[in-house]
Structure formats: structure tokens, C-alpha cells
């Protein structure tokens, strides 16, 4: 079946750039979705990405899209500690015939000041 | 607009009871999802609803596990009788259609001792 792969853990300094990786398997992915998790709270909506973009930008967030490896980036430019938190990768094959998003297991990201 | 709308936030039970957890999506979106999320297993897909009726239910781990949605401002995730491997934070989410980004809620830490 579907499965989404990213790393556990990632640790940068304030200020730096953060880049999370992630890979996926299916090759009909539509939609590619970052979410943010902090502690005590649900997942939050960060960015998404159709699958005929290569790149899409939102304030200090870059997403990457790479169809044909099936790899997927996020970049955090200029790195604060509020943005410590879990981060998660999902894809959407079809919306018309599939209802649910596949999560990768979360990159956890920690910002040392 | 509120949100989506879980609770009770925490709940704690002992093994053998029966345990109901609620959820209120958000007005107008017609996708419901109930997910698990543990730090072995990560984040996983319990059942979907669209437009109020169950779609994929596969997820649920055994027939303990029930969910209903008796319209489209309500749903609840009944556990029945519940046991310490049931311990987890239990997401609602909904989206305005399948394959919509979602709205999750803030979650129900359930502990069952």
C-alpha cells in the first residue's frame, strides 16, 4: 500500500534554515500536505502542494517537489523556537474516490536558541 | 468559526468500562475522520465518514471499536470494553469534501488503567 517515510528527529540553532525531508510511494499523490503538531493540540495546516508544482513558497516556508524521486521538502528560513514542534507529511491520491490522507510517522523539530 | 470540537479532552477510565469520546466538525465540511495517534504506531486512520455514512472503517482495530455519525454536526467513537492498549490520543478531524486538507480537533488523551 501507500506509505510516507520522513526522519524522527531534526535539531537546528535560532536562526538557522530547518529543512525536513520526505518520501513517498504513490506515484498518483495529487495533493502533498505539511502539517504542524505542538504539544497538547491537534494537527495544523502549515502549506500544501499540487503535484504539477515543483515549488511554492509562503512567507519564510519553501516546499520542494521532486515527482519523479517522489520526495518531498519543507524549509523553515530563519528558524524561532516557536516553530519547535512535529511535523508531518501526508499525501492524497484521487479526492473523488479516496477520503483519507497518508501521514508520514513526523519529523520532530527542535530550535536551540 | 470554532473549530473542530472534541471532548472531553482527557479521560481517564479504568479497564473494562465502556468509553464514548464526542466530536463536532466544523460547520459545512461533509468529511469525518477519527485518527489514533501513540508513539509507536504514529498517526492512524481509525474510519471516515462522508456525508455522514462510513466509508472505510478498516482501521478500527477490533469490533470493541465503534463509531457513529448520526448527523452532520456530531459524531462519537465508542470503545467498548476498553483495555490499557486503547491508551492513546484519539484525533477528530474534518474536511469540506474527500481529499480536502483537514480540520483536526485538539484531541482526547484517553488513559485506561
Known amino acids: 500500500g501507500e506509505d510516507v517515510e520522513q526522519s524522527l528527529f531534526l535539531s537546528v540553532r535560532e536562526g538557522d534554515s530547518s529543512v525536513i525531508n520526505c518520501t513517498y510511494t504513490?506515484?498518483?499523490?495529487?495533493?502533498l500536505y505539511w502539517y504542524k503538531q505542538e504539544p497538547g493540540a491537534g494537527l495544523q495546516l502549515l502549506t500544501y502542494?499540487?503535484?504539477?508544482?515543483d515549488m511554492k513558497q509562503d512567507q519564510r516556508l519553501t516546499v520542494l517537489l521532486n515527482k519523479k524521486d517522489k520526495h518531498l521538502s519543507l524549509r523553515i528560513a530563519d528558524t524561532q523556537t516557536g516553530d519547535s514542534a512535529i511535523y508531518f507529511c501526508a499525501e492524497s491520491s484521487d479526492g473523488g474516490s479516496q477520503g483519507n490522507l497518508i501521514f508520514g510517522k513526523g519529523t520532530k523539530l527542535s530550535v536551540k536558541p | 468559526d470554532a473549530g473542530v470540537i472534541q471532548s472531553p479532552r482527557h479521560e481517564v477510565t479504568e479497564m473494562g468500562q465502556e468509553v464514548t469520546l464526542r466530536c463536532k466538525p466544523i460547520?459545512?465540511?461533509?468529511?469525518l475522520f477519527w485518527y489514533r495517534q501513540t508513539m509507536m504506531r504514529g498517526l492512524e486512520l481509525l474510519i471516515y465518514f462522508n456525508n455522514n455514512v462510513p466509508i472505510d472503517d478498516s482501521g478500527m482495530p477490533e469490533d470493541r471499536f465503534s463509531a457513529k455519525m448520526p448527523n452532520a454536526s456530531f459524531s462519537t467513537l465508542k470503545i467498548q470494553p476498553s483495555e490499557p492498549r486503547d491508551s492513546a490520543v484519539y484525533f477528530c478531524?474534518?474536511?469540506?469534501?474527500?481529499?480536502?486538507?483537514?480540520?483536526f480537533g485538539n484531541g482526547t488523551r484517553l488513559t485506561v488503567t
Open positions: 478531524a474534518s474536511s469540506l469534501k474527500a481529499g480536502s486538507p483537514l480540520h
Open positions: 502542494i499540487f503535484s504539477n508544482m
Open positions: 460547520s459545512g465540511h461533509n468529511s
Open positions: 504513490d506515484s498518483s499523490s495529487t495533493y
